[in-house]
């Protein structure tokens, strides 16, 4: 069988015991304490925990799954061995309250030996038996032992040998401290030359790569209480996982199950066999199949296997991933995949001498592969090819740069001297094995040229070095630190020590219209070095969240109208509403009644910027894919900025594109409704991202229909009422990560305005109307190029006439000619310009040239022959020693050096030969 068909074969069997077949979900998973789906069950979750009824009985699929990050992390071992993998393919099926152990187990031992032909001799079963010393949950799975034992004993196998107790640790599972819990059954497979059964039990458990377990089915039977009970479950489930690679891999490493003489391998199966076809055809080189034993001093066919194994796993990985809309970038889970994706180009390009690019081509034979079964990857297989092309050349243009980095940092010089050019060159050796780097070079190596740290790790491995994680995170909290300092926000702490929580402020401002005054009770002021805020019992002021500004307005206490010019929250959730500094006021007493009244014009030019912030989103989707997902913004009343991810800048096309868009939404005037929903009732097509916090009620903003999102801001009541959205400015912030700034309602007419002022003035100057403006700008340009041309060419006239001029005037000098002077220039670019031509004519010798630039600066430059040099004259130390009598500094390599001072009157006296 080819892996497709086994795979195939999977989930026909279960087919045939009334499974639905269902397709993989996203590995963008819905849990938010989850950096990727990693197991087949995580879409199933909310059917075992109760919250939603289960649409099925029974269903199987193959789930893509990464692990990759968090708790579960294999990418260091990736191509090291030949069983790792960050991406994977996990074959399940599931019960929800229907069949439990005895179908699970019979089925499972029905499709391995009677459908696939393993050989029931090598097969074994784990069953959970607790060790009470350890405090471990529950009883002795007697259920499942007995389901085993005669299915082995009917096979004419003994079940002493057969089945093998394990603890919880290898046999108990569950979701997390509490809830849905209970024992797992394993089946390992005896993968040794040698099918004794003594020899294959002794392996079970050991991690040994001879016999490995394939089949886990867990059975939840038990909810773990708080108190450290268990209770059984009204409603029993069956989860089970098998690692499609492992047998696809076995598979063909056996020749079907049949000669298991040779090393297992995951990547003998024929899934990877297009992507090691397109590296060899890309590096000449050829997979052979070693696999070292250390990750240091490997041989070089080591080396090409171990980057061929780590290209194969990476490309699937980062395609299925891009695929589901996670992009590489700078956080989260996009970062994972950037770690991997750079990791994979350091090795293709380090080990295999692959160039810029290459990468990109790994994409085509992942979708002939893996397309049939995932069919994302053939619809968004340009996008994804699009996105590896960005991220290689921007890495592309660092990586080399920072492994030479590496290389100085991780060495010790031994000798240093000078070459025939008289510049001084230093011999170096690796550091001894054993010595670290420190975690000052893997902060530059990570800030400056884009190394994640595991990256460092591994080149220091290669070397046998380890390198100071500890330094490295102290560099890192470093930067955090500057990055706070830098931030202007003020944190306002509203409780003091000993107080009790405060009560959060009842909010009563989504509705509000011109004719709205909130009437409320002053339950506190409080008071900061710089500001003073008011805090009441209810407001309708929306204080900043979400990337909204907070409201201002004003309150009348006692008479008094005190102007409140910004609203923020506290951690416990109150409003503070900050006071005015205009002052001429008392500050009231806590218990006041007061009458809120929010500027409603402010909150309506809000509005209409954070509702064209959604109009924007759901039009970049439409456009670009669903990879593109909101990463931060910024609503103001006078404008609103959207930063979102994507791999590449805008086309002028493209934004135009997206206004036209936008804006026919607008002249729809469609409903903008927001209501207040369960979020574990939100429909499947509501936008709600990993990373944000939500509570157990969040609120719905449904634009037309047409755009949905999860919201707590304030919006208009249609599209209409936005007016026009015009967007002023496109442009990167990171790699992977976008910025549109854009204006609405009035604050888009004045842009438009003032636009259109400057258009009539151009048209003036250019005596040119609207329409003619380019086409007469381009003229003038054009002759102006022209003019600029005649101008260098003038002055190149000038220029090498002058130095013929100094050529004239050299003097011979220690047997060597030297011509040194004060010129006149335009800058300290043509200074060098010069010197160089005058060297060009002179043949041999020495050139020192300066000039002055206003009162109070001078430059001057020094350029040396090869004869000049070997006779002991070195451009760099002549300009050091110029500068320095100039009042400044400057140096450079023998040949050629430039530099400055303060002193510009000293220029001839300090020239004078």
Same mark, same amino acid.
């Given at each position: 069988?080819?892996?497709?068909?086994?795979?195939?074969?999977?989930?026909?069997?279960?087919?045939?015991?009334?499974?639905?077949?269902?397709?993989?979900?996203?590995?963008?998973?819905?849990?938010?304490?989850?950096?990727?789906?990693?197991?087949?069950?995580?879409?199933?979750?909310?059917?075992?925990?109760?919250?939603?009824?289960?649409?099925?009985?029974?269903?199987?699929?193959?789930?893509?799954?990464?692990?990759?990050?968090?708790?579960?992390?294999?990418?260091?071992?990736?191509?090291?061995?030949?069983?790792?993998?960050?991406?994977?393919?996990?074959?399940?099926?599931?019960?929800?309250?229907?069949?439990?152990?005895?179908?699970?187990?019979?089925?499972?031992?029905?499709?391995?030996?009677?459908?696939?032909?393993?050989?029931?001799?090598?097969?074994?079963?784990?069953?959970?038996?607790?060790?009470?010393?350890?405090?471990?949950?529950?009883?002795?799975?007697?259920?499942?032992?007995?389901?085993?034992?005669?299915?082995?004993?009917?096979?004419?196998?003994?079940?002493?040998?057969?089945?093998?107790?394990?603890?919880?640790?290898?046999?108990?599972?569950?979701?997390?401290?509490?809830?849905?819990?209970?024992?797992?059954?394993?089946?390992?497979?005896?993968?040794?030359?040698?099918?004794?059964?003594?020899?294959?039990?002794?392996?079970?458990?050991?991690?040994?790569?001879?016999?490995?377990?394939?089949?886990?089915?867990?059975?939840?039977?038990?909810?773990?209480?708080?108190?450290?009970?268990?209770?059984?479950?009204?409603?029993?489930?069956?989860?089970?996982?098998?690692?499609?690679?492992?047998?696809?891999?076995?598979?063909?490493?056996?020749?079907?199950?049949?000669?298991?003489?040779?090393?297992?391998?995951?990547?003998?199966?024929?899934?990877?066999?297009?992507?090691?076809?397109?590296?060899?055809?890309?590096?000449?080189?050829?997979?052979?199949?070693?696999?070292?034993?250390?990750?240091?001093?490997?041989?070089?066919?080591?080396?090409?296997?171990?980057?061929?194994?780590?290209?194969?796993?990476?490309?699937?990985?980062?395609?299925?991933?891009?695929?589901?809309?996670?992009?590489?970038?700078?956080?989260?889970?996009?970062?994972?995949?950037?770690?991997?994706?750079?990791?994979?180009?350091?090795?293709?390009?380090?080990?295999?001498?692959?160039?810029?690019?290459?990468?990109?081509?790994?994409?085509?034979?992942?979708?002939?592969?893996?397309?049939?079964?995932?069919?994302?990857?053939?619809?968004?297989?340009?996008?994804?090819?699009?996105?590896?092309?960005?991220?290689?050349?921007?890495?592309?243009?660092?990586?080399?740069?920072?492994?030479?980095?590496?290389?100085?940092?991780?060495?010790? $010089?031994?000798?240093?001297?000078?070459?025939?050019?008289?510049?001084?060159?230093?011999?170096?050796?690796?550091?001894?094995?054993?010595?670290?780097?420190?975690?000052?070079?893997?902060?530059?190596?990570?800030?400056?040229?884009?190394?994640?740290?595991?990256?460092?790790?591994?080149?220091?491995?290669?070397?046998?070095?380890?390198?100071?994680?500890?330094?490295?995170?102290?560099?890192?909290?470093?930067?955090?630190?500057?990055?706070?300092?830098?931030?202007?926000?003020?944190?306002?702490?509203?409780?003091?020590?000993?107080?009790?929580?405060?009560?959060?402020?009842?909010?009563?401002?989504?509705?509000?219209?011109?004719?709205?005054? $909130?009437?409320?009770?002053?339950?506190?002021?409080?008071?900061?070095?710089?500001?003073?805020?008011?805090?009441?019992?209810?407001?309708?002021?929306?204080?900043?969240?979400?990337?909204?500004?907070?409201?201002?307005?004003?309150?009348?206490?006692?008479?008094?109208?005190?102007?409140?010019?910004?609203?923020?929250?506290?951690?416990?959730?109150?409003?503070?509403?900050?006071?005015?500094?205009?002052?001429?006021?008392?500050?009231?007493?806590?218990?006041?009644?007061?009458?809120?009244?929010?500027?409603?014009?402010?909150?309506?030019?809000?509005?209409?910027?954070?509702?064209?912030?959604?109009?924007?989103?759901?039009?970049?989707?439409?456009?670009?894919?669903?990879?593109?997902?909101?990463?931060?913004?910024?609503?103001?009343?006078?404008?609103?900025?959207?930063?979102?991810?994507?791999?590449?800048?805008?086309?002028?096309?493209?934004?135009?594109?997206?206004?036209?868009?936008?804006?026919?939404?607008?002249?729809?005037?469609?409903?903008?409704?927001?209501?207040?929903?369960?979020?574990?009732?939100?429909?499947?097509?509501?936008?709600?991202?990993?990373?944000?916090?939500?509570?157990?009620?969040?609120?719905?903003?449904?634009?037309?229909?047409?755009?949905?999102?999860?919201?707590?801001? $304030?919006?208009?009541?249609?599209?209409?009422?936005?007016?026009?959205?015009?967007?002023?400015?496109?442009?990167?912030?990171?790699?992977?990560?976008?910025?549109?700034?854009?204006?609405?309602?009035?604050?888009?007419?004045?842009?438009?305005?003032?636009?259109?002022?400057?258009?009539?003035?151009?048209?003036?100057?250019?005596?040119?109307?609207?329409?003619?403006?380019?086409?007469?700008?381009?003229?003038?340009?054009?002759?102006?190029?022209?003019?600029?041309?005649?101008?260098?060419?003038?002055?190149?006239?000038?220029?090498?006439?002058?130095?013929?001029?100094?050529?004239?005037?050299?003097?011979?000098?220690?047997?060597?000619?030297?011509?040194?002077?004060?010129?006149?220039?335009?800058?300290?670019?043509?200074?060098?310009?010069?010197?160089?031509?005058?060297?060009?004519?002179?043949?041999?010798?020495?050139?020192?040239?300066?000039?002055?630039?206003?009162?109070?600066?001078?430059?001057?430059?020094?350029?040396?022959?090869?004869?000049?040099?070997?006779?002991?004259?070195?451009?760099?130390?002549?300009?050091?020693?110029?500068?320095?009598?100039?009042?400044?500094?400057?140096?450079?390599?023998?040949?050629?050096?430039?530099?400055?001072?303060?002193?510009?009157?000293?220029?001839?006296?300090?020239?004078?030969?």
């Amino acid at each position: 069988m080819t892996s497709a068909q086994i795979r195939q074969s999977f989930l026909d069997f279960f087919a045939s015991k009334q499974h639905t077949i269902v397709p993989s979900s996203s590995l963008m998973p819905t849990a938010p304490n989850l950096l990727f789906t990693n197991a087949g069950m995580n879409q199933f979750v909310p059917y075992f925990l109760g919250d939603q009824p289960a649409p099925w009985k029974r269903v199987a699929d193959t789930q893509k799954c990464i692990r990759a990050g968090g708790k579960h992390n294999d990418l260091e071992d990736v191509g090291f061995d030949t069983y790792h993998h960050t991406m994977f393919e996990m074959l399940g099926n599931w019960s929800f309250g229907d069949y439990f152990k005895r179908d699970s187990i019979t089925w499972g031992w029905e499709l391995l030996t009677q459908v696939w032909g393993i050989p029931p001799q090598r097969l074994f079963a784990t069953v959970y038996s607790p060790d009470k010393s350890k405090g471990d949950p529950a009883a002795f799975d007697q259920e499942a032992y007995d389901i085993w034992a005669k299915i082995f004993r009917d096979a004419g196998l003994d079940p002493a040998v057969h089945i093998v107790n394990g603890n919880k640790k290898d046999n108990f599972w569950m979701m997390g401290d509490t809830g849905p819990c209970g024992p797992c059954s394993e089946i390992h497979f005896n993968l040794l030359p040698s099918d004794d059964e003594a020899a294959g039990r002794a392996l079970v458990n050991s991690s040994s790569p001879r016999c490995i377990e394939i089949w886990n089915h867990v059975f939840i039977q038990f909810n773990a209480n708080a108190d450290g009970t268990f209770a059984p479950l009204a409603a029993k489930h069956v989860d089970t996982g098998m690692g499609f690679e492992r047998v696809a891999g076995i598979h063909a490493t056996t020749k079907g199950f049949k000669d298991f003489s040779a090393e297992p391998s995951n990547y003998n199966a024929d899934v990877f066999r297009p992507t090691f076809d397109k590296v060899a055809a890309l590096s000449g080189k050829t997979y052979t199949g070693t696999v070292p034993t250390e990750r240091a001093g490997l041989s070089e066919q080591q080396t090409i296997d171990v980057t061929f194994r780590v290209l194969a796993d990476h490309a699937r990985c980062v395609s299925c991933a891009i695929a589901d809309g996670i992009l590489p970038g700078n956080d989260g889970r996009n970062y994972v995949i950037r770690r991997i994706l750079r990791r994979g180009i350091m090795y293709g390009r380090k080990n295999l001498g692959l160039k810029t690019g290459f990468f990109e081509q790994l994409v085509a034979p992942v979708v002939e592969s893996l397309g049939n079964v995932f069919p994302e990857l053939k619809t968004q297989r340009v996008m994804i090819e699009r996105a590896i092309r960005a991220e290689e050349e921007s890495f592309g243009r660092t990586l080399d740069k920072g492994l030479q980095i590496f290389e100085d940092r991780t060495s010790v $010089t031994t000798a240093e001297g000078y070459n025939d050019k008289g510049e001084k060159i230093f011999l170096k050796k690796p550091k001894p094995q054993g010595e670290a780097v420190s975690g000052e070079v893997a902060f530059e190596l990570y800030d400056t040229y884009g190394f994640p740290l595991d990256m460092t790790q591994l080149l220091a491995a290669e070397r046998g070095l380890t390198v100071d994680v500890a330094g490295f995170e102290a560099e890192m909290e470093k930067q955090r630190e500057r990055g706070r300092a830098a931030r202007k926000t003020e944190i306002v702490v509203a409780a003091t020590e000993g107080e009790t929580a405060a009560e959060a402020t009842k909010f009563v401002g989504y509705g509000i219209d011109s004719t709205h005054a $909130t009437h409320a009770k002053l339950v506190d002021v409080v008071k900061t070095e710089k500001d003073t805020f008011l805090v009441f019992d209810q407001t309708p002021f929306y204080a900043e969240m979400g990337g909204q500004v907070g409201d201002a307005g004003h309150a009348l206490i006692a008479g008094q109208k005190i102007d409140l010019v910004d609203c923020v929250k506290d951690k416990s959730g109150r409003h503070l509403h900050k006071v005015g500094s205009s002052g001429g006021f008392a500050l009231p007493a806590p218990g006041s009644t007061a009458t809120l009244q929010v500027d409603l014009a402010r909150r309506r030019a809000i509005s209409r910027h954070h509702s064209s912030a959604h109009l924007i989103h759901w039009a970049l989707r439409k456009m670009l894919g669903t990879h593109v997902r909101q990463f931060g913004t910024h609503k103001t009343p006078e404008r609103m900025r959207f930063d979102f991810t994507h791999f590449e800048a805008l086309t002028p096309a493209q934004i135009k594109e997206c206004e036209q868009l936008i804006n026919e939404k607008v002249l729809e005037n469609a409903q903008v409704e927001c209501v207040e929903i369960d979020y574990d009732k939100k429909p499947d097509d509501v936008l709600a991202f990993f990373g944000d916090k939500y509570g157990k009620r969040v609120r719905l903003v449904d634009i037309g229909g047409f755009s949905k999102e999860l919201c707590g801001g $304030t919006h208009v009541g249609t599209t209409g009422e936005i007016g026009v959205i015009k967007i002023v400015a496109e442009m990167a912030i990171a790699a992977g990560t976008r910025r549109i700034e854009a204006v609405a309602g009035q604050a888009a007419f004045d842009f438009i305005a003032s636009n259109e002022v400057a258009l009539k003035a151009v048209s003036l100057k250019l005596n040119a109307g609207p329409a003619d403006v380019v086409q007469k700008l381009e003229t003038v340009l054009t002759h102006q190029k022209e003019l600029e041309r005649k101008l260098k060419a003038h002055e190149a006239k000038a220029s090498a006439g002058l130095a013929d001029e100094l050529v004239a005037r050299a003097v011979t000098k220690d047997g060597q000619k030297w011509i040194s002077a004060v010129v006149t220039v335009d800058s300290p670019d043509a200074l060098r310009s010069l010197g160089s031509q005058v060297l060009n004519k002179l043949g041999e010798g020495v050139v020192t040239l300066g000039a002055a630039f206003g009162t109070d600066k001078a430059s001057v430059v020094a350029f040396c022959s090869p004869a000049a040099i070997k006779a002991g004259v070195q451009a760099g130390k002549l300009v050091a020693d110029l500068t320095t009598k100039l009042g400044g500094k400057g140096g450079g390599t023998p040949d050629f050096a430039m530099g400055g001072g303060k002193e510009p009157a000293k220029l001839a006296e300090v020239l004078k030969l």
